[in-house]
């Protein structure tokens, strides 16, 4: 596997890992303030247009925030880690 696809999977992996994240906290979140769960389909009856587009709204906000934080950071960690050169990447030296 190429060094750059193993980064690029990585980097990947935490933009998910901070999304999930994210959603789980904006779900604790509006439970503790509203004292009901979130609308999880907002096509029920009895889910509000101004709740379902506002919940909607704010956790596309925070996913869309979580994962480019979480692939900034994936990138970043990258430039770090110091490169074997040509001998075959990073692994090699995590594996000493």
Known sequence: MKQDTLWSLAG?????????????AADKAYQKEVGETPPENPDEPDVEWRQALLWGAATGVLVGVARVVGRRAGREVMHRVPRAGNKGGVLPRLKR
């Open 12 to 24: 990947s992996a935490a933009a998910v890992a901070a999304s999930m994240m994210a959603r789980k």
